[in-house]
Structures are given as C-alpha cells and as structure tokens.
C-alpha cells in the first residue's frame, strides 16, 4: 500500500472509533432497507449463515440474527463491534452472532466456500482504492459456497457528494472526515466478472439524500 492510502486508512479507521465513541449506536436499532431485502433474497436461496463486512454497531446483523441467521459480523472498528455484542446479548441473539474486528484490505479470515451469504452495506464505497475493492470482491468469491448470494450497497457517481470537499484520488472524495468511494457503474459491472448480476437497484438514504445502489449477484452453482 503507498504511503497515502496507508495514512488514510489509519485516519479513516480512528475516524470511524471516535465516531461511535461519540455516537453509540449511531444508527438506530431499526434494520436498513437493504439489510430487509437480503434477508429475503438469502431466505430465498435456502442460506443459512450470513458474513456481514462493515457491520458497525450492527443494526442489520443484529437483525439478521433475529432473522434466524447465523451471523459473522467484521468491522475494523473495536468500539462499533463492542456495541454490536453488547445489543446481541440485549437482545437475546448473542448465541447467533461472532464478531472479528477485520479490515477489508487483508484477506478475510475464513476459509474457502464456508458461507452462504455475505452482506455490506455501504462498505465498499469506503476509503478503498479499486485495486483493493477488486481484491475484496476476489476474496467474498473465495469464502461464498457455490450458488452463494452477495448483496452490497455503495455511493455512486450521481451523488451530491461527488467531486466535493477533498479529493484523495480514484474517486475517492471526504467530507466532514468521511472518504467516501463514489462508484460509476462500470466498476460494478467489472466486479461482477464471472458472477452472476441479478440486479443493480437504485435508491436514496438520509437526508442530502445519499444516492446508492443496492447490487445483488450469485455464483454458479
Ligand atoms: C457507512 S458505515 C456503515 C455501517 C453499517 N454497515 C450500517 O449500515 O449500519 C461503514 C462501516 O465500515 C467500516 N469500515 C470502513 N472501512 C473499513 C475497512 N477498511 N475495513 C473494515 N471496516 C471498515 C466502518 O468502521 C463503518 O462501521
């Protein structure tokens, strides 16, 4: 990693740990609504076990869970993953839910085709370069078992963000402390090399509004 990217990645990491310091739980307790729609789409698929990157306090793992999944949650952020396993034993799921503190830039920790789902929401368009988004996707192919669904949201190149406030490069702009990777589309339809792309959804979250896209795509069977 050049010496830039590794500085914003140790800045964006201490970044993310004195948000939710500052702001436990930060995102409600309620699910996302792309967590509710995976949980049908992996529900349909006959999945049982979910990987969550990027679970934060875990406001969707948790509802994953409660799903009746049985859920790996990894975030590089302790603090996020503290409250995540302090609102698993709240809420009676703590049985169903592992966590490993894990930056998406090294390998993920689990061995080859042992999941049936793996789940990021607003994770991807992180401070990732995209040579490090293509490693990532290359590794949840590893881990998936055949037929495997993964859904993830990103930011995209028709939000209001993007091109503002400070740019770090390969579309890589920060706003308020938060770098943010805007996606064009030809970046998910290359990620989806030898996949299957089953949907690519648009829609709005928050108040600027944000504007992503929620992408849904399996392996062969
Ligand atoms: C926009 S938040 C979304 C959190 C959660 N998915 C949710 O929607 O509630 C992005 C999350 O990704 C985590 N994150 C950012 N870069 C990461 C990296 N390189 N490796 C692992 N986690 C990372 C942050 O700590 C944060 O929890």
Redesign the pocket.
Known sequence: MAAHEQEL?DT??QH?QDTYTAHPGM?GELP?TPAVYAAQAFHAAGAKDVLE?????G??ALYFAREGFTVQA????PT?LSQLRDAARDQGVAGRVTTAV????EPLPLTEASVDAVFA???LC???STKEIHALVGEIRRVLRPGGTFVYTVRHTSDAHYGTGSAHGDDIYEHGGFAVHFFPRDLVDALADSWTLNEVHPFEEGDLPRRLWRVTQTLPR
Request: charge should be neutral; glycine fraction near 10%; hydrophobic fraction near 40%.
């Open positions: 990645a964006q990491r993310w995102y996302s990157l990027g679970a934060g306090h406001r969707d990894t975030d590089f952020s996020g894990h930056d998406v830039r929401h607003m994770l992180m401070a990732l």
